[in-house]
């Protein structure tokens, strides 16, 4: 199975995890721009229930301009998501997108440099919430 994503289980309620990761991103340049409640949404219009989940959309704006300099129309691949969902058992996944799989389809080398430097920070984010 392809890898897309740096995942870590974390222990706690959701609303830690997503303080935990939004502190972790901010410390690598990055800030939120959406927060999506999945679980709200599902709720309020098609009434289903799921567990806690949320996707945090994150952007690190020099990276971004920098990119949207290369390749216009990368915006459909902006912000980088974040997913923070709640588990069984009193735990929380934190999956993030690795910008080295979802940019591999775009045919422009020049973008290859920075997806790397996102996945670098991104890599980081995601060692430093520990387990």
Partial sequence: MAQYSFN????GSLADAIAKVTEALKVEGFG??????????L????????LGYRILGACH????YRAIGLEPRIGVMLPCS??????EGGKVEVAIVDPMATM????????GEVASEVHGKLK???????A
């Fill in 104 to 111: 591999a389809s775009v045919q422009n080398e020049s973008l």
């Fill in 124 to 130: 980081k984010v995601s060692e430093s919430l520990g």
């Fill in 8 to 11: 870590k289980v974390l222990t």
């Fill in 43 to 50: 709720k309020a219009k098609i009434d289903k229930q799921i």
């Fill in 32 to 41: 939120i721009l959406t927060d999506i409640d999945v679980q709200a949404t």
């Fill in 82 to 87: 974040v997913l923070v969902r709640e588990l």
């Fill in 61 to 64: 704006p020099m990276m971004a």
